[in-house]
């Protein structure tokens, strides 16, 4: 029995240092609850210890092992919870790098089936990068073709033996010609890490009010990806009016990309990186960008199906790729979720209806991971579900912060959308050159009043007193 007894102290110990440690490596408990758990805890560790030494009866060392047990049960289910969230923070993928991918296409037609079939021969090369033609050349020797505009690509496959260019135009070519994706097949992919040009860290965030990109890109899989950006969204976030708002900007927005003298639509700026997508909208909406949040269809997909669920509005019904919504409350999954974030072609409003329906999806989730009882029963889901499906350039410390000023005080927020609009028109794309594509023309009116909004959040006015 004196064996046991110090095999439980032992174990006893082992997990008070454990628990210790976690609480200590993880650093987003407030004061007031950190000092109290410490306090208990080192309290019940040195009343068990000094029970061990002076209490000399067996049946009261029985029920102070069985206490010891109870306190490492509960620090194993504890220590698991600090863990989870240590992890979720070690494994954030920081907005370090991004990746770009090249495509290596040819005509269905022809009899080219692998990379080496292009030795010596005449490759068209579209909106050229020099990294990447690079080590193309590494695997093959080619005759580089440069093409100037999409008709060359579309119309110019048997022209040139092979094209190589961004998988982003790629995709750009195939939502405009249906058939493209058909007539030619892809034989080599070539991927480039470069770094990325963005840095957060400008402002204390629990005292001070800040500007977040939502960057929702068209893809599944690796989040650093550069891709078209479909959702473009301001959280606007006032720590202490405890306001955020939400400001949409339709993905068709007629725009001039930054340090570029050329318009394009916005969601082409995800193409060249999240840093061209945030320093353009900073140039129209007249707004500093603080941080950056990258996601794409699993993040959204994730997060929701861990959260059980959410419940949006819809003000009519609509249906489309085999998903159906009610006008009223829905409750949706993970995958409905994204789908009622997705589908505008079938909405009265389209793109502006779609825009409506990111917002409510995002404040659903907000409403929901903001509640106590939700955050606690769905705690570990939530921090498993988040791991390497974003990437941002918030700083794990300013997000351990943002975490213990909200555990401190369980604030309830203010949360409200606007969007901008504009007109339906056709235009020339930087991204398209030799097409004319649908873009939406800003209105400017909207542009004014979002950057009266957010200008207001950020300076400490309450939603509604902005007019």
């Given at each position: 029995?004196?064996?046991?007894?110090?095999?439980?102290?032992?174990?006893?110990?082992?997990?008070?240092?454990?628990?210790?440690?976690?609480?200590?490596?993880?650093?987003?408990?407030?004061?007031?609850?950190?000092?109290?758990?410490?306090?208990?805890?080192?309290?019940?560790?040195?009343?068990?210890?000094?029970?061990?030494?002076?209490?000399?009866?067996?049946?009261?060392?029985?029920?102070?092992?069985?206490?010891?047990?109870?306190?490492?049960?509960?620090?194993?289910?504890?220590?698991?919870?600090?863990?989870?969230?240590?992890?979720?923070?070690?494994?954030?993928?920081?907005?370090?790098?991004?990746?770009?991918t090249y495509y290596l296409i040819v005509s269905k037609s022809s009899d080219f089936?692998?990379?080496?079939?292009?030795?010596?021969?005449?490759?068209?090369?579209?909106?050229?990068?020099?990294?990447?033609?690079?080590?193309?050349?590494?695997?093959?020797?080619?005759?580089?073709?440069?093409?100037?505009?999409?008709?060359?690509?579309?119309?110019?496959?048997?022209?040139?033996?092979?094209?190589?260019?961004?998988?982003?135009?790629?995709?750009?070519?195939?939502?405009?010609?249906?058939?493209?994706?058909?007539?030619?097949?892809?034989?080599?992919?070539?991927?480039?890490?470069?770094?990325?040009?963005?840095?957060?860290?400008?402002?204390?965030?629990?005292?001070?009010?800040?500007?977040?990109?939502?960057?929702?890109?068209?893809?599944?899989?690796?989040?650093?990806?550069?891709?078209?950006?479909?959702?473009?969204?301001?959280?606007?976030?006032?720590?202490?009016?405890?306001?955020?708002?939400?400001?949409?900007?339709?993905?068709?927005?007629?725009?001039?990309?930054?340090?570029?003298?050329?318009?394009?639509?916005?969601?082409?700026?995800?193409?060249?990186?999240?840093?061209?997508?945030?320093?353009?909208?900073?140039?129209?909406?007249?707004?500093?960008?603080?941080?950056?949040?990258?996601v794409n269809f699993t993040t959204l997909?994730?997060?929701?199906?861990?959260?059980?669920?959410?419940?949006?509005?819809?003000?009519?019904?609509?249906?489309?790729?085999?998903?159906?919504?009610?006008?009223?409350?829905?409750?949706?999954?993970?995958?409905?979720?994204?789908?009622?974030?997705?589908?505008?072609?079938?909405?009265?409003?389209?793109?502006?209806?779609?825009?409506?329906?990111?917002?409510?999806?995002?404040?659903?989730?907000?409403?929901?991971?903001?509640?106590?009882?939700?955050?606690?029963?769905?705690?570990?889901?939530?921090?498993?579900?988040?791991?390497?499906?974003?990437?941002?350039?918030?700083?794990?410390?300013?997000?351990?912060?943002?975490?213990?000023?909200?555990?401190?005080?369980?604030?309830?927020?203010?949360?409200?959308?606007?969007?901008?609009?504009?007109?339906?028109?056709?235009?020339?794309?930087?991204?398209?050159?030799?097409?004319?594509?649908?873009?939406?023309?800003?209105?400017?009116?909207?542009?004014?009043?979002?950057?009266?909004?957010?200008?207001?959040?950020?300076?400490?006015?309450?939603?509604?007193?902005?007019?």
């Amino acid at each position: 029995m004196k064996i046991l007894y110090r095999l439980i102290y032992v174990l006893f110990l082992i997990s008070f240092l454990a628990l210790g440690t976690e609480i200590w490596i993880l650093g987003i408990l407030p004061d007031k609850y950190l000092f109290i758990l410490i306090g208990a805890i080192v309290f019940l560790f040195v009343l068990v210890s000094l029970g061990f030494k002076f209490i000399k009866k067996g049946v009261s060392k029985v029920f102070l092992s069985i206490f010891e047990i109870i306190f490492i049960i509960g620090s194993a289910s504890l220590i698991f919870y600090l863990h989870t969230t240590n992890s979720f923070f070690g494994n954030i993928n920081d907005l370090k790098e991004e990746t770009k991918t090249y495509y290596l296409i040819v005509s269905k037609s022809s009899d080219f089936k692998h990379i080496n079939d292009l030795n010596g021969k005449n490759i068209g090369v579209f909106m050229e990068n020099k990294d990447a033609v690079s080590k193309l050349e590494e695997e093959i020797n080619f005759e580089k073709v440069t093409l100037n505009n999409v008709v060359d690509i579309t119309d110019g496959m048997d022209k040139v033996d092979g094209v190589f260019l961004n998988s982003a135009y790629y995709d750009l070519i195939c939502d405009e010609n249906k058939d493209f994706s058909k007539r030619v097949r892809i034989i080599k992919k070539i991927t480039l890490k470069t770094e990325s040009l963005v840095s957060g860290g400008k402002t204390n965030i629990t005292k001070n009010s800040f500007n977040i990109l939502i960057s929702g890109i068209d893809v599944s899989g690796d989040i650093s990806t550069n891709s078209r950006s479909d959702v473009n969204i301001i959280m606007t976030v006032n720590p202490k009016t405890k306001e955020i708002l939400l400001t949409h900007i339709p993905r068709d927005y007629y725009v001039k990309l930054h340090g570029i003298n050329a318009k394009d639509k916005l969601t082409h700026a995800g193409i060249y990186g999240i840093s061209m997508s945030a320093l353009t909208i900073e140039d129209f909406l007249d707004i500093d960008i603080d941080y950056y949040f990258r996601v794409n269809f699993t993040t959204l997909i994730k997060v929701v199906d861990s959260i059980g669920g959410v419940d949006v509005y819809s003000p009519f019904d609509f249906s489309e790729y085999g998903y159906r919504f009610k006008k009223g409350i829905n409750h949706l999954n993970g995958k409905e979720a994204l789908m009622f974030s997705r589908i505008r072609h079938v909405l009265p409003g389209g793109d502006r209806d779609r825009g409506k329906h990111q917002e409510e999806v995002i404040a659903a989730i907000l409403n929901k991971i903001t509640n106590s009882e939700v955050l606690l029963k769905n705690y570990n889901q939530l921090m498993t579900s988040l791991s390497n499906i974003f990437q941002t350039n918030m700083s794990h410390n300013d997000m351990k912060q943002f975490i213990k000023f909200q555990l401190n005080g369980m604030p309830t927020w203010n949360i409200n959308s606007i969007s901008v609009d504009g007109n339906g028109s056709k235009g020339q794309c930087y991204s398209m050159p030799g097409r004319n594509l649908y873009v939406m023309i800003p209105d400017e009116k909207t542009v004014s009043m979002a950057h009266k909004y957010i200008s207001g959040i950020i300076n400490g006015q309450k939603y509604d007193e902005i007019n």
